[in-house]
């Protein structure tokens, strides 16, 4: 079994910043890409950001600018450095990984954390 387990989370003013991470553990041979999603109340799940193994990052054009992703490939985690936080960031922010396992390859998500931005 693959667990992916976010943090960093909370309650930010406009204007400020937070950073994700994401922490993968378990039968893991291989991550591939990892990412960043978020889901905000009545909306479809969206991306927000995801990077290869290489380092190439895709990001959201609404957060392009303001959000970086990154990965530390040795810690098998993936971080969201979230700055000029919008009350428009509300949401639920889940972590995504494609990973090899002994016995399935596969994506796996995280639980979420929740990050509130009030105006």
């Known amino acids: 079994q693959v667990q992916l387990v976010e943090s960093g989370g909370g309650l930010v003013q406009a204007g400020g910043s937070l950073r994700l991470s994401c922490a993968a553990s378990g039968s893991i041979i291989r991550i591939n890409d990892m990412g960043w999603y978020r889901q905000a109340p009545e909306k479809q799940r969206e991306m927000v950001a995801t990077?290869?193994?290489?380092?190439?990052?895709t990001y959201a054009d609404s957060v392009k600018g303001r959000f970086l992703i990154s990965r530390d490939g040795y810690k098998d985690t993936v971080y969201l450095q979230m700055n000029s936080l919008t009350p428009e960031d509300t949401a639920v922010y889940y972590c995504?990984?494609?990973?090899?396992?002994?016995?399935?390859?596969?994506?796996?998500w995280g639980q979420g954390t929740q990050v509130t931005v009030s105006s």
């Open positions: 990077i290869t193994t290489g380092g190439s990052t």
């Open positions: 995504n990984a494609n990973v090899h396992t002994p016995v399935r390859w596969g994506y796996y």
